[in-house]
């Protein structure tokens, strides 16, 4: 059984920065690819980030590139997502989640990821 524990939300002005990290209790964290992926009401859950086994590989959506940035370290069943330059538009539910088996090309892709946190707020002020 994986679970997921998402810190590091809240509240923050446009412009400003946020750090969340993702805690994984799974023996073998090392086999996973982790990604994050945000909801608003009404929407569908929007892929905003994943990286690959040994944080080598990594994927962004177009909305986010050159302001986000993931990682993991793997020592610490960690991974991290430092969110920059944040705009209004990224308020959001961000939810962590891992995949055995995902697809380098469908990274993006939310049935590729087997399990999920239960998310943490990110609210953007103008």
């Known amino acids: 059984q994986v679970q997921l524990v998402e810190s590091g939300g809240g509240l923050v002005q446009a412009g400003g920065s946020l750090r969340l990290a993702c805690a994984a209790s799974v023996r073998t964290f090392s086999n996973y690819a982790m990604g994050w992926f945000r909801q608003t009401p009404g929407k569908e859950r929007e892929f905003v980030a994943a990286i690959g086994l040994r944080g080598v590989a990594t994927s962004y959506a177009d909305s986010v590139k050159g302001r986000f940035a993931i990682s993991r370290d793997n020592a610490k069943n960690t991974v991290y997502l430092q969110m920059n330059s944040l705009k209004p538009e990224d308020t959001a539910i961000y939810y962590c989640?891992?995949?055995?088996?995902?697809?380098?090309?469908?990274?993006?892709?939310?049935?590729?990821?087997?399990?999920w946190g239960q998310g943490t707020q990110v609210t953007v002020s103008s």
């Open positions: 989640t891992a995949g055995l088996f995902v697809r380098a090309q469908n990274m993006g892709a939310a049935d590729e990821y087997n399990h």
